[in-house]
Structure formats: C-alpha cells, structure tokens
C-alpha cells in the first residue's frame, strides 16, 4: 500500500522525467512540436506507466470488482489531480505574461514601460497565441480570418470557467 | 473517518478524499459569494487546507490516502483559479472568436476587441504592488530581488526540459 501510494504521490516527477526525454528526442530528430502538446504526450505516457505500476504493486492483488474499481478511481483521481497540477505549472512557466515581463526586465535590465511594450510587443502576445491555437488544431485560419474549429476543448474550458467564476460571484 | 486496513481503507479513503474536497469547494464558493472582500490567495489556500486539520482536530483525523486525494484534487483547482479569476487571454480570445463563430475575425480585428495593451498595464501594475517590481521616479522599471524567488524555479524548469531562453508569454 505504501508503495503503491508513493508511487501515485511521485507521479509529477515520472511526468517531468519523460517530458525532457520526450522534448530532447523532438529537438534530436528535428521535428517541430508545440511544447504543450509535448507535455500532454508525457502525461499521457506517464498514465500509462503509472497503471502498470499501481497494477503491479497493489491493484493487481485485489479480487472483488468494488475493491478494484475503488482502487482504479482512487489512482486515476489523484494521478489526474498531480498530473493536471504539473502541466499547468509548466504552462505557466511557458505562457505566463508576468514570467515573460520579469524575464525581459532580468535580461534587459531598468528598462521604461514603453521600452518594455517595444520588447515584448501586444502584437507578439496576440501571435504567439494565435499560432499555439492554430497549432493545437483549436481555431482555423480561413483566408485572413481565424475561426473556433467545430469542438474545442480549449473553448469548453474557456465556457465552463466563465460560468464557475459567475458562481463565485467573480466578473469577467 | 474510519481507518482500517487494504482495500476497506481505500474505499473509505475515496469517499473521505472527495468528502473533504466537496467541503472546501462549497466553503470556497460560499465565502466567495457572501464576502466579496475576502476574494483573496490566502484564503482561498485556507479553504482547502483547513477543513482537514478540522477534521483531525474534531478527533477523526483523514488518513493519509485521504489527504493525498484531497491534496491533488485542491492542487489543480488552487492552480485553476487565477484563470477563473482572470480569464486568460487565450481563453478570452476562444469566447471572442466564438461570438463572431460565422465570419471570424481578422488579426487586427482580434487585437482590437481583446486588447492585450491594457491587460499588459495590468500585469504590470500587479508586480508593482507584489513588490517584484521596482518604479524609479523617472518611471523605468526594474526587477526586485525577491523576484529571483519567483523567477528561477520556472527558470530551472525549462532548463532541465531542455528549453532555452524565457517564457514565450
């Protein structure tokens, strides 16, 4: 049981692990591939071998169907929760608008606001999203117009937060 | 809660887990809704780390497989909230592009409706009031040495990812 629980509680690490293998071989091989699609690979990956593992060091014992699908939701419940919680921090750690301005001003040094708009740019922002949309096949680009690709689960999130933050109380 | 051992203890654990997050979840939203002047980070920890130590207090303490539910439930929705807080632009970007679902909308359209000017100033303004920033009286700005706190670990973990550079923002 405690392995079986260590190995859950340690499974960000599993997850990091394989991502940094995963980006060198993308780097090796020359093969352009968005960084978050990279990470929900390692994820995926690391489900994998993660169910090996709990299967192998716990689940695999049990024989009555309410013990096993006890222990199955227990494990992809706290797996999903770690491992959600690890591709949002390194979500952060590649999208967050306050990273990227701390950084330029670490590189660049007291810089004035207007310095700073001029090294990162509005425009940039707006490209670098549009182009990580594009590529994560979220929105289309038809002609000179971008438009919501048919289901998005980008756009379900961004509908489903709307409506909790109405829950809370929060406007957006 | 109850802490027997194996299978039994797992069950209990599950339902025990999921318990403790429903409860920091509705003591969030009713916080939220009755004190809008709470709407704070610390508290918003608190609602997810205090009901277990309640619950140990008030002598029936959850088990370890409880807590570690209950931890990576409240992780991700502690990691969720600046999104819901603050909707991000990306996600603002889908909900502006969904309005105009039949046309869409051009570059300069996009850029106009969401604005990334003002949401800028606004991330600004933040670090400046957290303190990682510094405004000199002639208006340039520079890092604060507490912000080497935040800035390297995410540093560190683009370097072991073999990524280089910044974040792309």
């Known amino acids: 049981m405690t392995a079986f629980l260590a190995c859950l509680a340690l499974s960000p690490i599993l997850i990091l692990g394989l991502q940094a293998f995963l980006v060198r071989i993308f780097q090796a091989a020359g093969l352009p591939a968005l960084p978050q699609a990279v990470a929900a690979l390692a994820l995926l990956l690391g489900a994998a071998i993660n169910a090996g593992l709990v299967w192998l060091l716990y689940i695999g014992g049990l024989r009555y169907p309410g013990e096993l699908a006890a222990a199955w939701s227990y494990a992809a419940l706290v797996y999903g929760g770690l491992g959600y919680s690890y591709f949002h921090l390194f979500n952060i750690s590649q999208t967050s608008r306050r990273l990227r301005i701390l950084y330029e001003l670490h590189a660049a040094g007291p810089t004035t606001p207007q310095a700073l708009e001029g090294l990162y740019s509005p425009v940039d922002q707006l490209r670098n999203r549009l182009e990580r949309l594009l590529a994560l096949g979220q929105i289309r680009q038809e002609g000179e117009k971008y438009v919501l690709d048919g289901f998005s689960l980008l756009h379900l999130a961004a509908r489903g937060l709307s409506l909790w933050a109405r829950l809370l109380g929060l406007r957006l | ?169």
């Not at chain 2, 409880?66 to 502690?78: D, G, K, Q, R, V």
Request: proline letters at 8%.
């Open chain 2, 1 to 169: 809660m109850n802490r027997r051992v194996g299978p039994a203890r797992l069950k209990q654990a599950l339902l025990d887990g999921l318990a403790l997050f429903l409860v920091s979840l509705a003591s969030h939203v009713l916080l939220w809704r009755l004190a809008p002047r709470w709407r704070r980070i610390p508290l918003l920890l608190a609602c997810f780390l205090l009901p277990p130590f309640l619950a140990f207090f008030c002598g029936g303490g959850p088990s370890a497989e409880a807590w570690l539910l209950h931890l990576a439930l409240s992780f991700s929705y502690i990691q969720t909230y600046p999104a819901i807080q603050a909707l991000s632009p990306t996600l603002r970007l889908l909900l502006i592009l969904r309005d105009c679902e039949k046309t869409g909308l051009s570059f300069d359209e996009i850029l106009a409706r969401l604005n990334p000017r003002t949401l800028d100033a606004d991330r600004v303004e933040d670090l400046l009031k957290a303190g990682f920033l510094l405004q000199a009286p002639c208006g340039e700005l520079s890092v604060a040495p507490r912000a080497a706190w935040l800035l390297s670990p995410f540093l560190l973990l683009r370097r072991v990812l073999g990524f280089t550079g910044g974040p792309e923002g």
